[in-house]
């Protein structure tokens, strides 16, 4: 099975700080990344996702950093609040140019619970 | 517009009974995902489902396990003659077209087997 590696399994950051997860990947055909939020007793919620075509993408504090040569991604989270307590997935799949099972099914790393403390 | 409805929230079933968890996608998604979620895991895929046709099961364990997602209805996960390793948070998702970047997530089901 393809798998998607996620570090660190815990995180604990102070208010303001700058939060870093990281995701390795096999599969050197996947073009999707999304990363997902999920908090206590909810589902995951897509937070920002991003293609191999770029290596950053940024949507207000989130920014995800893509080295396809290393088939690595992350995940930052700049100026980090409480209300960024969570647990953060990172995922893997193919887009569904490609028609196999690799096209709808995600490859989740194994979260990474992050703590923002005041 | 809801969002994609999970039913029961928690689930608290003995050992040996059956477990029905239920998933009513997004309005004008025909897409279902079930996805279930072990203690300190990542996310792991179970079965893809159009409507009265199950796409892909390679994800669900072969004995007890089955799923449907019926013309008209919710789509139904059945876990029968549970045992103390199906306890878990079962997730469903749902997404217009075939593809992973449209899913939206419920907020899932927790089961419990006592």
């Known amino acids: 099975q393809q798998q998607v590696k996620q570090s660190p399994q815990s995180l604990i950051v102070q208010k303001g700080g700058i939060s870093i997860i990281n995701c390795a990947y096999e599969?050197?055909?996947?073009?999707?990344f999304p990363w997902y939020q999920q908090f206590p007793g909810k589902g995951p919620a897509l937070l920002i996702a991003?293609?191999?075509?770029?290596s950053e993408k940024k949507e207000g504090r989130f920014t995800i950093s893509f080295n396809k040569s290393a088939k690595q991604f992350s995940l930052h989270i700049m100026d980090s609040q409480p209300g960024d307590s969570a647990t953060y997935f990172c995922?893997?799949?193919?887009?569904?140019?490609?028609?196999?099972?690799?096209?709808?099914?995600?490859?989740f790393g194994k979260g990474t619970k992050l703590s923002v403390i005041p | 517009n809801a969002g994609v409805m999970q039913n029961p929230r928690h689930l608290v079933r003995r050992r040996g009974q059956e477990a029905r968890l239920r998933c009513s996608p997004m309005?004008?998604?025909?897409?279902v995902y079930w996805y279930r979620q072990l203690p300190e895991e990542g996310l792991k895929f179970m079965v893809y489902?159009?409507?009265?046709?199950?796409?892909?099961e390679s994800g669900m364990p072969k004995e007890r396990f089955s799923a449907e997602f019926p013309k008209e209805g919710p789509s139904i996960l059945r876990i029968q003659q549970v045992v103390r390793g199906d306890s878990a948070a079962y997730f469903c998702?749902?997404?217009?077209?075939?593809?992973?970047?449209?899913?939206?997530f419920g907020s899932g089901t927790r089961l419990t087997v006592v």
């Open positions: 998702a749902s997404s217009p077209a075939q593809g992973a970047y449209g899913y939206t």
């Open positions: 599969n050197t055909a996947f073009d999707y």
């Open positions: 991003i293609r191999p075509d770029v």
């Open positions: 995922a893997a799949s193919l887009t569904s140019a490609y028609s196999g099972a690799g096209s709808y099914q995600l490859t």
């Open positions: 309005k004008g998604h025909s897409h």
């Open positions: 489902l159009q409507k009265e046709n199950i796409i892909d």
